[in-house]
């Protein structure tokens, strides 16, 4: 079990609204990643981290904001939401040293 | 960056039966492959993977099968079961590249009728 937690599993928000998105894993020393999983585009990378303090963008990372001043948090913050950022969340998680990358549960955002 | 190509993108198939899902490559440094299953609501959990020194995995009934010259790999489900039902997710990263990251495929949706 890789302990990795992301919550809210569901929120409904509004466009122009501010929303954050929280991931939290019980290993001290791993990457963490955010993809956005949407119909016909499969996993997409948004963000990722080496360490606290150490992000970089993916393949979307436009219109999201991350920060990671804890090794075990690595929130996702829309800062003004868009309907086109309606989509299923994930966080993922890998040790480092290893290939293996596991999933989160997942968050299913829906911006009206 | 690397490409990621996954075919088909619905597969439906008798319970029983064998179903096989394929995925191309760009990248040739791309040394790392492993194989997710989703189930609804849920997130990705790696069922398998493979690495470019090997050209073949086998875990029970689930097999991999990789051909680095042609830059291509494919996942075998033998008698499938109903609760193979899922999106599968192929994907692909280099040691090299940065914090291995994975490129995804855009998934398979495959449905095993009982």
């Known amino acids: 079990d890789a302990g990795i937690t992301q919550s809210p599993r569901y929120k409904i928000t509004e466009t122009g609204r501010q929303v954050t998105l929280m991931c939290h894993q019980t290993w001290s020393h791993s990457y963490m990643f955010w993809y956005r999983q949407d119909l016909g585009h499969g996993l997409r990378l948004i963000y990722y981290?080496?360490?606290?303090?150490?992000?970089d963008k993916g393949e979307v990372p436009d219109g999201y904001v991350v920060s990671r001043s804890k090794t075990e948090n690595f929130p996702l913050t829309l800062e003004s939401a868009t309907r086109s950022q309606t989509s299923v969340y994930f966080c993922a998680i890998t040790s480092v040293g290893t290939d293996t990358q596991y999933f989160g549960p997942g968050t299913r955002l829906t911006v009206l | 960056g690397e490409n990621v190509e996954q075919h088909p993108s619905t597969l439906s198939v008798q319970e029983g039966d064998s179903a096989v899902i394929k995925c191309t490559y760009s990248d040739s440094a791309s040394n790392y492959f492993p194989w997710y299953k989703q189930e609804l609501g849920k997130g990705p959990q790696l069922i398998i993977d493979?690495?470019?020194?090997?050209g073949e995995k086998k875990d029970q009934r689930i097999a991999v099968t990789l051909n680095k010259t042609a830059k291509h790999f494919s996942l075998h489900i033998t008698e499938t079961q109903p609760e193979d039902s899922a999106v599968y997710f192929c994907a692909a990263s280099s040691r090299g590249s940065t914090l291995g990251r994975l490129y995804f495929g855009r998934g398979t949706q495959l449905t095993v009728w009982p």
């Open positions: 493979i690495r470019s020194n090997v």
């Open positions: 981290s080496a360490a606290a303090d150490i992000t």
